[in-house]
């Protein structure tokens, strides 16, 4: 971690992890060790995948389909396309890449980018808080939404299809599934987590595609493996080493799903005039969420530097490093949540948490699965930033506060108190912090972003 002011040797002196096993480096990519570039293109030797012979009318769910969409790729301009996700759209083999080479098959007059807005590990709720920085502002023409496998968190998906419908953009939602899964797709039924969002889709008209009805069926045929050792290919198609992230071949057959559903609406007939927002299907309005470069919304109080890291920087140009107990931000909104985007890590250490003058005790999250916390005024009880992921590398990370609609003046401070790290890592993960105790008897937050569900307010006075 190095002060903006010194970047002599910059990139050699941030490598502090060791590389990853190349399989799961093509899984997830850099998932696990930093941020993605935004802006990507199509890899050699990304596969151009086929739609092939599946054909199951409930793969791909049209709806209103993408009439904007496709009446710009008819008429040769620029198309833009975005995806957002969690490490399956992140990584470089679950299904983005495949799929962006067969759109530029799809529309060869057309010039099409993309982005790639995959965060490993997160779901709808920071999503919602992102898609704003992370892809609108880009303007794409098509945004993918993948999150099924996170948490699948409908009212955070409701969030994010109303912000990228308020910005003039399509959208369809794919699901991605995990192994215990398959068998729901086999039996003909929808895993019920992804039921939820379909609600979210059909409320609002968008299609969706079910990217895993095909390898389901393989499955139940004996004629693809789920989850298995990675030389373990014969007479089989391997989806998967760990039940989640594809393989290439997984990832083929996802991309493959994409593209069925796309040749599909691309034959609909394409409505004219505007399509109005309907009301909204949940109370808890995450349309509002976006997330925030701290310095604009806080003021800061006491030993606060500003550092880089070369790695996040797609997602963190800068972050506000505090390593000093006691080093605190504050920072006024309207609105019903909050929360930080922060970097983990070996010296990551806890915060508490104080809302108009009164100090905060944390409890469990509103849904399981998902970084929604509840407070309630208590004990100010310290909030753990590290975690089992923070052994021997850094990685993005989020929590957010649900609170009641009101105006609200929150200060977030380093706590002096530190975690039983060792305890959290366990024996299986000890490996490091026994080499290197030094880097983990610290207490640090990196801060990335402030989290709202609400709008911010001018900051409170120094």
């Known amino acids: 971690m190095i002060h903006i002011r010194n970047l002599t040797g910059l990139w050699w002196m941030l490598l502090t992890a060791p590389a990853l096993a190349q399989s799961n480096s093509d899984l997830i990519a850099a998932s696990q060790a930093g941020a993605s570039p935004l802006y990507f293109q199509v890899a050699p030797g990304t596969t ?97 939404v993948e999150f099924a496998v996170n948490g699948a968190y409908a009212e955070g998906m409701e969030g994010i299809v109303r912000q990228v419908r308020s910005a003039g953009a399509e959208i369809c939602l794919i699901y991605t599934i995990t192994g215990q899964q398959t068998q729901t797709y086999a039996a003909g039924e929808i895993p019920a987590s992804i039921q939820g969002l379909e609600k979210v889709a059909a409320h609002y008209g968008v299609p969706s595609v079910h990217m895993g009805m095909e390898a389901a069926r393989m499955e139940k045929q004996g004629s693809l493996v789920w989850k298995g050792d990675a030389n373990d290919t014969l007479g089989h198609v391997l989806f998967s080493t760990d039940g989640i992230h594809p393989l290439p071949a997984g990832g083929n057959l996802y991309a493959a799903a994409v593209a069925r559903g796309m040749e599909k609406m691309k034959k609909m007939h394409r409505r004219k005039g505007s399509r109005p927002l309907p009301a ?36 963190f140009p800068v972050m506000e490093k505090a390593s000093t107990p006691g080093a605190s931000f504050s920072f006024r909104f309207k609105g019903s949540g909050f929360g930080i985007f922060d970097i983990g890590g070996p010296e990551a250490g806890q915060i508490t948490i104080e809302v108009n003058g009164k100090p905060m005790h944390v409890e469990p999250p509103l849904v399981p699965g998902t970084q929604v916390y509840r407070l309630r005024e208590g004990d100010s009880i310290p909030v753990n930033r590290f975690n089992s992921f923070c052994n021997n590398r ?8 649900t609170l009641p609609e009101g105006e609200y003046t929150v200060t977030i401070r380093l706590s002096s108190q530190r975690a039983d790290k ?33 709008k911010p307010l001018p900051p409170p006075e120094r």
């Open 394 to 401: 850094y990685r993005g990370q989020h929590q957010l506060f």
């Open 280 to 315: 909204p299907l949940f109370a808890d309005d995450w349309w509002s969420a976006g997330m925030y470069p701290p310095r604009e919304i806080a003021v800061f109080s006491g030993d606060w530097s500003q550092v880089t890291m070369p790695q996040f920087a797609a997602w």
């Open 48 to 144: 151009l995948v086929s739609t092939g012979n599946f054909n199951d009318h409930r793969e791909c769910v049209p709806r209103n389909g993408l009439p904007d969409f496709f009446a710009k790729a008819a008429a040769g301009k620029p198309l833009k396309i975005g995806f957002i996700g969690g490490s399956i759209t992140q990584g470089n083999a679950g299904y983005r890449p495949q799929v962006l080479r067969y759109l530029q098959k799809m529309f060869p007059a057309n010039d099409v980018s993309a982005l790639n807005a995959g965060v490993s590990g997160t779901g709808t709720d920071l999503g919602a808080c992102r898609v704003q920085e992370q892809l609108l502002q880009h303007r794409p023409d098509l945004v993918f």
């Open 422 to 454: 060792r305890a959290i890592l366990g024996a299986s993960q000890g490996t490091d912090i026994l080499r290197h105790p030094e880097r983990y008897d610290q207490t640090v937050l990196y801060l990335g972003r402030v989290l709202l569900k609400g």
